[in-house]
C-alpha cells in the first residue's frame, strides 16, 4: 500500500473575488478525527455555493477547513475509530462541509456512500451534494408525494438536472424552467412533462395550465427576487415554496394574502451546516430510494465537463457564465 504524503496539493482562495483569486497551493494532507475518513480524490464536484464561498459572502462553519468543495469521489486511505464499517481501499462518493477542491479531505464516515452501479469517478462526484440538497428540500422539508406536480426551476443546472429525475422516477409529475430550447430539451429527456423557456413564455401561466388551472404542490426555486411572489401565484391549494438560492436577489416586495388563502408553506434551508447526524439521515434515505435507481441505471448524473484541478478558475468561470448543462468536476 502506497503510503499517505505528508502534503498535497490543493486549491484555495487568496482573497474575496473573481475566478481568478482560486490559487494552486500546497497544505498538509488533513487528518482523520474520530467518525471520519480520510479519502484520495479522484473527482471533485463544483457547486454554487463554491463561488458564493469566493466572493466572501459564505464562509466555511466553524472548525472547517477554508478550502472550497462540497463533494468529491476517491478511494478510502486511512480510517479513524467510530467510522463505522468503512475499510482502506473502498471507493466512495462523499459530502463534505470544504475541502473538495485537493488531493486528499477528511469525510464524515456517515457521509460518504457507496458508488452505484458502474459510475465512473467523475460521475460519482456529481452525486452527493446535488442529491442530498434535493432529497431534504423536495422530500423532507416540502413532502413531495407521487402524482403530485413539482415545478423546479433552473432545470438544467446540476440541482434541476437531479430532482427533474429524481422526482419523476419518484412519481411526481415534473415541470421545469430553462434558459433555452436546448435546455429545455435536456429537460424533457430527463423525464420533466414540460420545459418552460422562461426567456419567451410566463412560467407561472405554464403552471397553470400545466395542472388544469389549480397550480403546482411544490417548487423548488434557486432564483428568488421577484421569482417568490410570481411563485406564490404559481401554487396551488397547500402548495410548498422551497428556498435553496437567490440568484436573483434575496429580498422581494411579496402579497402574503395568496399565502393565507392558499394554506401555502414558505420554508428554506442550507444544507452545509447541518449537523452530521442529519447529513447522515439524508444520506441513509438516498442510499434506500436512490442509489438503487442510479444503480439500474433509471437516473444518471449529468456532467457537462471535467478541468485538471489546477484550472479551478476555469471551471468556475464556465459555472458563472451559466453555458453548461449539468454538473462541472474538477479532477486532481
Request: aromatic share 4%; hydrophobic share 40%; charged share 20%.
Amino acid at each position: 500500500m502506497t503510503a499517505t504524503p505528508e502534503t498535497m496539493t490543493c486549491i484555495e482562495i487568496v482573497e474575496p473575488g473573481g475566478p481568478e483569486v482560486l490559487k494552486t497551493t500546497t497544505r498538509p494532507v488533513p487528518q482523520p478525527e474520530s467518525g471520519e475518513v480520510l479519502i484520495k480524490v479522484k473527482a471533485a464536484g463544483i457547486n454554487r455555493p463554491d463561488c458564493i464561498q469566493r466572493q466572501g459572502h459564505y464562509a466555511p462553519p466553524p472548525g472547517v477547513t477554508d478550502i472550497p468543495g462540497l463533494e468529491v469521489a476517491g478511494e478510502i486511505v486511512a480510517v479513524s475509530e467510530n467510522s463505522g464499517t468503512w475499510k482502506v481501499g473502498d471507493t466512495v462518493c462523499a459530502l463534505v462541509a470544504g475541502g473538495g477542491y485537493g488531493e486528499y479531505v477528511a469525510a464524515p464516515a456517515p457521509q460518504c456512500l457507496p458508488i452505484p452501479g458502474s459510475l465512473s469517478m467523475t460521475e460519482a462526484a456529481a452525486l452527493p451534494e446535488t442529491c442530498f440538497t434535493v432529497w431534504s428540500n423536495i422530500f423532507d422539508r416540502a413532502g413531495l408525494k407521487p402524482g403530485e406536480a413539482f415545478l423546479v426551476h433552473g432545470g438544467s443546472s446540476g440541482i434541476g438536472t437531479t430532482a427533474i429525475q429524481i422526482a419523476s422516477r419518484l412519481g411526481a409529475r415534473v415541470i421545469t424552467t430553462a434558459g433555452s430550447e436546448e435546455k429545455c430539451k435536456v429537460c424533457l429527456d430527463l423525464g420533466a412533462e414540460r420545459a418552460v423557456n422562461y426567456k419567451e413564455e410566463d412560467f407561472v401561466d405554464a403552471a397553470k395550465d400545466f395542472t388544469g388551472g389549480i397550480g403546482v404542490d411544490v417548487i423548488l426555486d434557486m432564483v428568488g427576487g421577484d421569482y417568490i411572489q410570481r411563485n406564490i401565484k404559481a401554487l396551488g391549494p397547500d402548495g410548498r415554496h422551497v428556498s435553496i438560492a437567490f440568484l436573483g436577489g434575496s429580498k422581494a416586495e411579496v402579497n402574503f394574502m395568496p399565502v393565507m388563502l392558499k394554506r401555502l408553506t414558505l420554508t428554506g434551508s442550507t444544507l452545509r451546516p447541518l449537523p452530521v447526524e442529519r447529513k447522515a439521515e439524508i444520506a441513509r434515505a438516498l442510499e434506500e430510494s436512490v442509489w438503487p435507481l442510479i444503480a439500474s441505471g433509471e437516473i444518471a448524473p449529468v456532467v457537462h465537463s471535467t478541468f485538471p484541478l489546477a484550472e479551478a478558475a476555469e471551471a468556475h468561470r464556465l459555472m458563472e457564465s451559466s453555458q453548461h448543462i449539468g454538473k462541472i468536476v474538477l479532477l486532481p
